[in-house]
């Protein structure tokens, strides 16, 4: 092994990733500088959307980067990364497989005899705590057993990065904390040969509990917005101070302080400024936010809230910033504010809160812009397509799902409808 | 995942450019058989068919070696084919359209083309076995390869990444992911091709024309033979054999094959029952096969695995299975210029040839189309009529279909055309004769694709929709209206699709019939066919021919292809 790249293991310099050309061009990552050294586990932290999973992909060589540099110890990565691996989300099983032909698979695509395979098979099986379910299929394991044999499966190539893409976001939470303890206890007591692991995840707990170093991701487009240390000792406990305010300072840095508002910015089609995205949240969310904020005084930790509505990041981050776009709300260092505006929201009936909505999604230029192209028209009905096609200059691929959310938005606020079988917005009459 | 009994239809416009080149060349294709029809033998004298049951064994074996050989091919074709088109974009453009086509194409309008064809370049014994062959193959392939070519479309991207990552060479990639994730649809596709297969089957060995008598010795020309005799022991033997023949091979092939192809399955849902299967359950229980497979098989894999990755390995492999693009090489260019000229010449022959048709054989044409099409349409009808009460009836009475359906599958499973002979010698002298002779062919070859869609669908109707209609106490009519139609919807559509693809074919052998040594006919286009490959008038053979494929496929991409739609869009119960 040489000690080019600096000791570094991996090294991304200025790496971008465009899909599309052209004025279509769609920009998942830009411009990222991240380095992963020997001995490291590494959060890579973000909403959705912010193309963590297509950096993991381009680390692993699934995908080329358009743009930048991938180095392995120094050298550049050309196809897949023979020391690389991947536990996927959804496990990736493959389910006519059983438990032991599912790892021996790996060994068997890097040519190993049938011994061999076997032996290392069965020793990993024993690693993970699935002896006895070596001939089960897949489909009898529960989420979190599945998951295991997707480490052993992980760890028989014997890989020097292990990448972790979302692993326990689809099982039950007992399963998923288990699993994140004894992943802790191999990689702490080194009873595997990976030299440095890569966790890909959006919920922020799990990255303080398990990570040494956090790369946190923005998005529109994905980029990496800040770095951190967790200088916290193993075993690590969710009640701590130190803990709780590594906490804090994550969701500070996740969800950044709001910006002022500045008017009607950006744009119905055809106007100069950048357009204004719609954060695609579901308008009923965002009562249920306010109402809880209100609950607890006007002032909330983000990540309580969280918490406290069963919500992921993911889902919580979009209403959160629906609430700053309307004006209900603002952001401040991992707290939420409610604005008195936002308070009269949480506090009004129904018909006045459809009011105030009205009122404020009004300010929004795609939504003005909708509703004053669907006045101007005789039958006050206008065709999804027409919509639809000016949109995607604005937004690409994304204009379906932003008008989908204005349509629902505005749905709520009794401003306009869609009528699904002639496939037209009209006016609330 | 729930099947249809019937084709998937890919949302895509009704009529592209591609589709015009595919019918070009399938017209360009069929003036190329015409011409090679001029040098076939005018007279032909078809086999000696004995009647005596002891023959029974032997044809029937013979039918299903006919029928093996062209799945056979199918399933090479499938596999090559569909693996092109999922794996190269370049590929995919044209071979997708084609497939399309040649999915709405009435195939039994090729036969006699083909059958004049190949007795012009091959003695008699061989032309009609290859013909035959071709005619199943051509049945068989499209569905089979559709549902192929989905299948590895639809590989879950991490599965996909998952072998990326792991680096498994293309041999491993087939034999762990593409095929294991294939296999369900293919086996299913499968059977399906293989009982629609025997429909042909049996057109093929009874067909004759004039002097040119095309039979060949088998279950379906016996049937014929001893219609036409008029022995109805023979008839009533023959119809046994062949159930029987169609019984055991969906029993101990089949249905094995099914329940195995079922760990296959992907969805981890419980709720979908396997199917259950005695003689897979008898062979999995073979301490005998449960050796070999440890003693012999196992190392025999291993071994192949081992060679083929070997000799594999240095394919290019894309990365996330996105396929290679890029410009086209070379030899692909040449390749596919000098195919467009052929076809051009092609289309250029078969309009010279259509051009020198007198104005007048037109008129008859379209009338014949019109006979035609007015017999298919009541002949769905008639389906409709029956089938949508008695399948709504079975699908949502348990009880009533465990009892029912057993015997509707193995009535379904005779062939329609291993009947007609037996049809037409009892409707000949009825008022109408053949005409209705016809449409009761046509309404037996289709009723039960919409028959067995009509029991998925109303089976399907989830049971709290039941429940609250119930409640609300709605009356006879509203129940129809509101929860019923609307639900069956897209399965009627699909099965009338199929239904009407099937009753399109039927005309062919429907309009025309040889019977005591005297020919019969009735106005429509498979008259016309039947009457111009008897008197050789190619050039009427090739009209009538492409009339009836563009009607049909005009018809499936304007009427059934908006259905479809509206069906998947509106009344998709999700």
Same mark, same amino acid.
């Given at each position: 092994m040489s000690a080019a790249g600096n000791g570094s293991l991996l090294e991304l310099q200025g790496v971008g990733k465009e899909y599309g050309g052209g004025g279509r061009a769609f920009v998942a990552v830009r411009n990222v500088d991240m380095t992963i050294r020997p001995g490291e586990f590494v959060g890579l932290l973000g909403p959705s959307g912010c193309g963590k999973s297509t950096l993991l992909r381009i680390i692993t060589g699934l995908s080329p980067a358009t743009s930048g540099r991938v180095l392995y110890r120094g050298e550049p990565l050309a196809g897949i990364n023979p020391h690389a691996t991947i536990v996927f989300q959804t496990f990736a099983l493959y389910p006519w497989l059983t438990v032991q032909e599912n790892v021996e698979i790996a060994l068997k695509?890097?040519?190993?005899?049938?011994?061999?395979?076997?032996?290392? +098979?069965? *020793? %990993? =099986?024993?690693?993970?705590?699935?002896? @006895?379910?070596?001939? #089960?299929?897949?489909?009898?394991?529960?989420?979190?057993?599945?998951?295991?044999?997707?480490?052993?499966?992980?760890?028989?190539?014997?890989?020097?990065?292990?990448?972790?893409?979302?692993?326990?976001s689809a099982l039950d939470v007992l399963s998923a904390e288990a699993l994140r303890n004894e992943l802790l206890e191999l990689w702490l007591g080194?009873?595997?040969?990976?030299?440095?692991?890569?966790?890909?995840?959006?919920?922020?707990?799990?990255?303080?509990?398990? +990570?040494? *170093? %956090? =790369?946190?991701?923005?998005?529109?487009? @994905?980029?990496?917005? #800040?770095?951190?240390?967790?200088?916290?000792?193993?075993?690590?406990?969710?009640?701590?101070?130190?803990?709780?305010?590594?906490?804090?300072?994550?969701?500070?840095?996740?969800?950044?302080?709001?910006?002022?508002?500045?008017?009607?910015?950006?744009?119905?089609?055809?106007?100069?400024?950048?357009?204004?995205?719609?954060?695609?949240?579901?308008?009923?969310g965002l009562a249920g936010l306010m109402e809880k904020v209100a609950e607890e005084g006007g002032r909330a930790d983000l990540h309580r809230i969280g918490s406290g509505l069963h919500l992921e990041l993911d889902d919580l981050l979009p209403v959160v910033e629906a609430a700053e776009l309307i004006g209900f709300a603002q952001v401040d260092s991992g707290d939420i504010l409610l604005t008195p505006l936002g308070q009269a929201f949480a506090d009004a009936s129904i018909p006045a809160r459809k009011e105030i909505i009205a009122g404020r999604l009004l300010r929004h230029p795609t939504i003005r812009w909708i509703y004053e192209t669907l006045q101007q028209d005789d039958d006050q009905r206008v065709a999804e397509s027409y919509f639809l096609e000016r949109l995607q200059s604005e937004f690409g691929e994304n204009a379906p799902a932003q008008l989908e959310t204005a349509i629902n938005w505005a749905r709520y606020a009794e401003l306009f409808t869609f009528d699904d079988d002639t496939d037209e917005l009209f006016l609330e009459a | 995942m729930r099947f249809r009994f019937g084709p998937a239809l890919p949302r895509r416009p009704w009529l592209t450019a591609g589709d015009a080149v595919v019918l070009l060349a399938l017209a360009a294709l069929l003036s190329a058989g015409v011409s090679m029809a001029w040098r076939a033998p005018a007279v032909r004298r078809g086999p000696v068919i004995s009647l005596s049951p002891s023959a029974l064994p032997a044809y029937a074996l013979l039918s299903t070696a006919r029928m093996a050989a062209a799945y056979c091919l199918s399933l090479a074709f499938t596999l090559v084919y569909g693996y092109a088109a999922a794996r190269s974009k370049g590929a995919r453009r044209v071979l997708i359209p084609v497939l399309d086509v040649l999915q709405s194409v009435p195939i039994l309008s090729f036969l006699p083309v083909v059958l004049l064809s190949l007795s012009a370049v091959l003695p008699q014994k061989p032309a009609a076995e290859i013909a035959a062959v071709l005619l199943i193959f051509t049945s068989q392939a499209w569905n089979m390869t559709y549902s192929f070519y989905q299948s590895l479309t639809t590989i879950p991207s991490e599965l996909r990444e998952a072998a990326s990552v792991f680096r498994f060479g293309p041999w491993l990639r087939f034999r762990t992911l593409e095929l294991p994730f294939s296999a369900l649809g293919l086996v299913w596709n499968s059977m399906m091709s293989w009982a629609g297969g025997w429909f042909f089957l049996m057109a093929a060995e009874i067909f004759t024309v004039g002097a040119r008598d095309f039979r060949l010795p088998g279950l379906g020309a016996y049937l014929q033979?001893?219609?036409?005799?008029?022995?109805?022991?023979?008839?009533?033997?023959?119809?046994?054999?062949?159930?029987?023949?169609?019984?055991?091979?969906?029993?101990?092939?089949?249905?094995?094959?099914?329940?195995?192809?079922?760990?296959?399955?992907?969805?981890?849902?419980?709720?979908?029952?396997?199917?259950?299967?005695?003689?897979?359950?008898?062979?999995?229980?073979?301490?005998?096969?449960?050796?070999?497979r440890a003693r012999l098989v196992a190392p025999l894999v291993e071994r192949v695995d081992t060679a083929l990755a070997k000799h594999l390995r240095d394919a290019p492999d894309a990365p996330g299975g996105a396929g290679r693009t890029?410009?086209?090489?070379?030899?692909?260019?040449?390749?596919?210029?000098?195919?467009?000229?052929?076809?051009?010449?092609?289309?250029?022959?078969?309009?010279?040839?259509?051009?020198?048709?007198?104005?007048?054989?037109?008129?008859?044409?379209?009338?014949?189309?019109?006979?035609?099409?007015?017999?298919?349409?009541?002949?769905?009808?008639?389906?409709?009529?029956?089938?949508?009460?008695?399948?709504?009836?079975?699908?949502?009475?348990?009880?009533?279909?465990?009892?029912?359906?057993?015997?509707?599958?193995?009535?379904?499973?005779?062939?329609?055309?291993?009947?007609?002979?037996?049809?037409?010698?009892?409707?000949?002298?009825?008022?109408?004769?053949?005409?209705?002779?016809?449409?009761?062919?046509?309404?037996?070859?289709?009723?039960?694709?919409?028959?067995?869609?009509?029991?998925?669908?109303?089976?399907?109707?989830?049971?709290?929709?039941?429940?609250?209609?119930?409640?609300?106490?709605?009356?006879?009519?509203?129940?129809?209206?509101?929860?019923?139609?609307?639900?069956?919807?897209?399965?009627?559509?699909?099965?009338?699709?199929?239904?009407?693809?099937?009753?399109?074919?039927?005309?062919?052998?429907?309009?025309?019939?040889?019977?005591?040594?005297?020919?019969?006919?009735t106005t429509g286009i498979g008259a016309l066919i039947a009457g111009a490959t008897s008197r050789g008038d190619y050039p009427l053979l090739l009209a009538s021919t492409l009339a009836l494929i563009f009607t049909v496929v005009l018809i499936n991409r304007t009427f059934w292809r908006s259905m479809y739609r509206l069906a998947e869009e509106r009344y998709r119960m999700e």
């Open positions: 695509a890097r040519g190993l005899p049938p011994n061999d395979r076997r032996v290392v +098979a069965l *020793r %990993l =099986i024993d690693l993970v705590g699935l002896d @006895g379910f070596e001939s #089960a299929y897949p489909r009898e394991l529960s989420g979190g057993m599945r998951q295991k044999v997707g480490f052993a499966r992980a760890m028989a190539v014997e890989p020097e990065l292990l990448c972790l893409d979302e692993p326990f080194r009873s595997i040969p990976t030299q440095a692991i890569l966790l890909v995840t959006h919920n922020i707990e799990e990255a303080v509990l398990l +990570a040494d *170093r %956090l =790369i946190i991701m923005g998005k529109d487009p @994905g980029r990496v917005i #800040a770095e951190m240390p967790v200088g916290l000792r193993y075993p690590r406990h969710r009640k701590d101070t130190a803990f709780m305010a590594t906490l804090d300072k994550v969701y500070a840095l996740v969800s950044g302080p709001s910006k002022p508002e500045t008017g009607a910015a950006g744009t119905a089609p055809g106007q100069p400024l950048p357009p204004k995205r719609l954060p695609i949240a579901r308008i009923n | 033979e001893a219609a036409n005799r008029g022995d109805t022991r023979a008839v009533l033997y023959g119809i046994v054999t062949l159930v029987a023949t169609i019984v055991v091979l969906d029993q101990v092939l089949w249905r094995p094959l099914l329940a195995w192809a079922d760990k296959f399955r992907v969805d981890t849902v419980a709720g979908e029952e396997a199917v259950p299967s005695w003689f897979g359950h008898l062979l999995s229980r073979s301490v005998i096969l449960d050796r070999a890029g410009r086209p090489s070379t030899v692909t260019l040449v390749a596919s210029g000098a195919l467009a000229l052929l076809v051009l010449y092609g289309g250029y022959r078969a309009a010279g040839m259509l051009t020198a048709l007198p104005i007048a054989t037109w008129k008859p044409l379209l009338t014949g189309l019109g006979a035609t099409f007015l017999r298919v349409a009541a002949a769905l009808l008639i389906a409709l009529a029956w089938t949508v009460p008695a399948g709504v009836a079975i699908g949502m009475n348990r009880r009533l279909a465990s009892f029912v359906q057993p015997i509707v599958q193995v009535v379904a499973s005779i062939p329609a055309t291993a009947l007609f002979p037996v049809i037409v010698v009892a409707l000949l002298s009825a008022p109408g004769g053949l005409n209705i002779a016809a449409i009761v062919l046509m309404l037996m070859g289709t009723q039960w694709y919409l028959l067995f869609n009509v029991i998925a669908g109303a089976s399907a109707i989830p049971q709290d929709l039941r429940f609250t209609t119930d409640l609300l106490r709605l009356p006879f009519l509203d129940r129809w209206r509101v929860l019923i139609l609307p639900a069956i919807f897209p399965y009627v559509v699909t099965g009338a699709i199929t239904a009407g693809g099937g009753a399109w074919n039927a005309s062919i052998v429907a309009e025309h019939a040889e019977f005591g040594g005297r020919s019969y006919s």
